[in-house]
Nanobody, 124 residues
């Protein structure tokens, strides 16, 4: 069992930066592939970024490439999403997710555990 708690969301102006954190509990964290997803009002939950258990492999949505960076610290049971050059269209609730396999994945159905989400609002 893995429990996830996101933090770091907030209100930021376009062009600004935010760093999201996801604190994980559970003995298997270092074995889990991890991902970040987001969901805007009235829209489906979309993939943002994912990272393998050791951090050697990452995947990004096209919208996140060159602006967002996913990382993890297994010693601290934390996953991060550094978001730079934010745009109003990045406004959404951001969710951290864990999967039972070690590789990164871009489909929400590949993840077994989810956090409650943190709101990110980017003003124009």
């Amino acid at each position: 069992q893995v429990q996830l708690v996101e933090s770091g969301g907030g209100l930021v102006q376009a062009g600004g930066s935010l760093r999201l954190s996801c604190a994980a509990s559970g003995r298997t964290f270092s074995s889990n592939g991890m991902g970040w997803f987001r969901q805007a009002p009235g829209k489906e939950r979309d993939f943002v970024a994912a990272i393998s258990r050791a951090g050697a492999s990452t995947r990004y949505a096209d919208s996140a490439k060159d602006r967002f960076t996913i990382s993890r610290d297994n010693a601290k049971n934390q996953v991060y999403l550094q978001m730079n050059r934010l745009k109003p269209e990045d406004t959404a609730v951001y969710y951290c997710a864990a999967r039972s396999y070690s590789s990164p994945a871009s489909s929400a159905g590949d993840y077994d555990y989810w956090g409650q989400g943190t709101q990110v609002t980017v003003s124009s």
